[in-house]
């Protein structure tokens, strides 16, 4: 199962006791409804509302690149894969058990910004395991010999804290997309290449431009690929499927240690082991960077009220791992 429907608010009678249930890999118990106490009337309502709201735009996700963003910003080429979404479906989950689902929960679909959550991830586990030594270094001195990411009078003050809070403000081109073509700054086209430039720390802004360079940054300092380090890291121990899949770029490559690299971009388990306590604490096992720790700054504090902000922000904005 690859979507967790999360519609408790709407379906739940008064708590009752039971032991956490944590699905092992390869299964998931069902229930009835009223096995759970669960309202199946407003259960049956809130499928219908599901099923009645699927998104109204083409399920041919090219489509809705080229006629959303790329309808407004430059640079709109795809160099990933793009795929045809099946109809609405989904699941309910209520205690660990699946209590409803509809349309074929078994069709393989894209998902895009939530690799950030798996991105994230896997940064925070290189601070954890202390390849990272503090999130307020700068990253430049983390890079290879040769890459000149970070050079230069302002790209040289960023720090691991800024790019993962979107802070950053880095200037530059990454595999072929500057940073400015996303979500540009002007009023007019000719204004987009000439953005103000802002002090790293001070001005957030939602980039993915910058998400891939924490992608790169964070490779270089594994020295191995992403999507080995979180399968090996987190996935495998967690018991998720493996038939996720995460891609990069089409002209993402780079030679690593004598190696070609795909450098990537910014399942059911994941998302269940997020929202049932056993589940996180199975995570928080694993990552112990969300939770509070003597190596400076909290990742995030423990009980995922209140986030560092980025400087000018409220404090509930972003985590810096932002799967929580």
């Given at each position: 199962?690859?979507?967790?429907?999360?519609?408790?608010l709407?379906?739940?009678?008064?708590?009752?006791?039971?032991?956490?249930y944590f699905?092992?890999?390869g299964?998931?118990?069902t229930?009835?409804?009223?096995?759970?106490?669960?309202?199946?009337?407003?259960?049956?309502?809130?499928?219908?509302?599901?099923?009645?709201?699927?998104?109204?735009?083409?399920?041919?996700?090219?489509?809705?690149?080229?006629?959303?963003?790329?309808?407004?910003?430059?640079?709109d080429?795809?160099?990933?894969?793009?795929?045809?979404?099946?109809?609405?479906?989904?699941?309910?989950?209520?205690?660990?058990?699946?209590?409803?689902?509809?349309?074929?929960?078994?069709?393989?679909?894209?998902?895009?910004?939530?690799a950030k959550?798996?991105?994230?991830?896997?940064?925070?586990?290189?601070?954890?395991?202390?390849?990272?030594?503090d999130?307020?270094d700068?990253?430049?001195?983390?890079?290879p010999?040769?890459?000149?990411?970070?050079?230069?009078?302002?790209?040289?003050?960023?720090?691991?804290?800024?790019?993962?809070?979107?802070?950053?403000?880095?200037?530059?081109?990454?595999?072929?997309?500057?940073?400015?073509?996303?979500?540009?700054?002007?009023q007019?086209?000719?204004?987009?290449?000439?953005?103000?430039?802002?002090?790293?720390?001070t001005?957030?802004?939602?980039?993915?431009?910058r998400?891939?360079?924490?992608?790169?940054s964070?490779l270089?300092?594994?020295?191995?690929?992403?999507?080995?380090?979180?399968?090996?890291?987190l996935?495998?121990?967690?018991?998720?499927?493996?038939?996720?899949?995460?891609?990069?770029?089409?002209?993402?490559?780079?030679?690593?240690?004598?190696q070609?690299?795909?450098?990537?971009?910014g399942?059911?388990?994941?998302g269940?082991?997020?929202?049932?306590?056993p589940?996180i604490?199975?995570?928080?096992?694993?990552?112990?960077?969300?939770?509070?720790?003597?190596?400076?700054?909290?990742?995030?504090?423990?009980?995922?009220?209140?986030?560092?902000?980025?400087?000018?922000?409220p404090?509930?904005?972003?985590?810096?791992?932002?799967?929580?």
């Open positions: 199962m690859r979507i967790i429907a999360v519609l408790s709407l379906l739940l009678a008064l708590p009752v006791a039971a032991k956490p699905p092992p890999p299964q998931w118990a229930a009835t409804p009223a096995s759970l106490k669960v309202d199946e009337q407003k259960l049956a309502e809130a499928v219908a509302y599901a099923i009645a709201s699927e998104n109204p735009a083409s399920r041919d996700q090219a489509i809705v690149q080229a006629t959303t963003f790329g309808a407004k910003e430059p640079y080429q795809i160099i990933g894969p793009m795929g045809v979404r099946a109809a609405a479906n989904g699941v309910i989950i209520y205690r660990g058990k699946l209590i409803a689902q509809w349309g074929d929960v078994d069709s393989v679909d894209m998902t895009h910004s939530i959550t798996f991105l994230t991830t896997v940064t925070g586990l290189a601070w954890q395991q202390g390849l990272i030594r999130l307020q700068r990253v430049g001195p983390y890079m010999h040769g890459v000149d990411l970070y050079q230069g009078e302002h790209n040289s003050q960023i720090r691991w804290d800024h790019l993962l809070r979107q802070t950053s403000d880095w200037q530059g081109t990454l595999w072929g997309k500057p940073d400015w073509a996303d979500r540009p700054e002007g007019t086209p000719a204004d987009w290449p000439n953005r103000p430039l802002r002090t790293p720390g001005f957030y802004k939602y980039n993915d431009v998400i891939n360079l924490l992608a790169l964070t270089y300092v594994w020295r191995k690929p992403l999507p080995q380090v979180l399968n090996e890291q996935m495998q121990p967690i018991g998720a499927s493996a038939t996720w899949r995460w891609y990069g770029y089409e002209n993402s490559w780079i030679e690593l240690d004598g070609r690299v795909q450098s990537v971009s399942g059911g388990h994941w269940e082991a997020f929202l049932s306590m589940g604490w199975r995570v928080l096992a694993i990552c112990s960077c969300v939770m509070a720790s003597g190596r400076g700054s909290n990742w995030l504090v423990a009980t995922g009220l209140n986030w560092p902000a980025p400087v000018g922000l404090t509930r904005n972003m985590a810096l791992l932002t799967g929580f």
